[in-house]
């Protein structure tokens, strides 16, 4: 338990490292050149590909940090305590997530549309070109809401389930979706299947982070009761089967409507909205679902804490 609250501390006080040894990244390096070996091997099978390289890459994720910290634990038990401490940081973005979308907004309040806009473009897959300062903060809040689940709470599940093995394979599966998980000619049968299985392994993380963010909007006296009914209500507005969980309930609790038509490499995509326009959406409210953030990511915490007592029981 303790490394789970050192490894969330020191996530909490750094925030998100940027150097070639992050365990995604050597995740998406590996990936990427199992991807190159199996589209050689497979070449008129890429369903089978995609399934056989997501297959490799997750084991290999669980594997090779469960032997190493066993081997670690066998040395020293304090050494073991830090190290799966490190690697559970990791696996946790709660500052991170708050870092990207307040460098967005810093240009917003210099009045830099230009500049917020590029920014954007760094955490968002939509076209930031011509979106105006409410498109702006608007794609930010939906950020941040919908990534509580994927970045944060998920991870901590299974970290609670299994340590920072099974967390570190859960980082592979969300990295091989963002890797693959495109319906473009090149990915639509390779990542079929990163895409599915991601969609699988977020299906119980989602509705757990949508239901603490209800709880987190109480906490912090915002509109705990509309967070409910929106969540409710448009949960599922959203072409993935999870996205619009933790989004409709941030929706909900600060009373704005989310979603909706947004572009795409110049395209339309045009998505249901989430929520209700009670509120013209302003800067505060990217402060607001901040502060959902840490209150939804301290309840994950304990959430974490609880499966990893309740699965030490059971082992016992």
């Known amino acids: 338990m303790i490394e789970i609250i050192i490894g969330f501390i020191l996530d909490l006080i750094i925030g998100e490292p940027n150097n070639p040894l992050h365990p995604v990244r050597i995740i998406g390096n590996f990936a990427a050149f199992i991807e190159k070996i199996n589209r050689k091997i497979f070449k008129n099978y890429l369903k089978f590909a995609g399934g056989v390289t997501w297959v490799i890459v997750v084991l290999v994720s669980f594997i090779i940090p469960f032997f190493f910290l066993k081997w670690i634990y066998g040395i020293n038990e304090f050494l073991f305590i830090g190290i799966s401490s490190i690697l559970i940081y990791f696996c946790i973005s709660t500052k991170g997530l708050k870092t990207e979308g307040f460098k967005v907004i810093k240009y917003i309040i210099n009045d830099d549309i230009e500049a917020a806009r590029k920014q954007l473009s760094f955490i968002v897959g939509r076209d930031t070109e011509s979106l105006d300062k409410r498109g702006i903060l608007k794609a930010v809040v939906e950020t941040i809401g919908e990534n509580m689940s994927d970045g944060i709470i998920a991870p901590l599940i299974f970290i609670g389930l299994g340590g920072a093995p099974l967390g570190v394979a859960y980082k592979a599966v969300n990295t091989m979706d963002s890797m693959f998980g495109y319906k473009n000619d090149k990915y639509k049968d390779f990542g079929f299947v990163a895409a599915k299985l ?119």
């Not at 045009?270 to 607001?288: A, R, S």
């Open 198 to 316: 991601d969609d699988l392994f977020n299906l119980i993380p989602a509705r757990i982070t949508g239901i603490l963010i209800i709880i987190a909007s109480y906490i912090l006296g915002l509109d705990g009761k509309n967070s409910y009914k929106i969540y409710k209500r448009d949960r599922k507005n959203h072409s993935s089967p999870n996205s619009a969980h933790p989004e409709a309930a941030v929706a909900g609790a600060l009373g704005l409507m989310l979603g909706g038509t947004n572009y795409y490499f110049g395209k339309p995509v045009v998505k249901p909205t989430i929520g209700d326009n009670i509120n013209e959406i302003e800067i505060h409210h990217v402060y607001d679902v901040s502060k959902i953030l840490y209150v939804t990511a301290t309840l994950g915490l304990v959430v974490a804490l609880l499966l990893n007592l309740l699965v030490g029981g059971i082992l016992k």
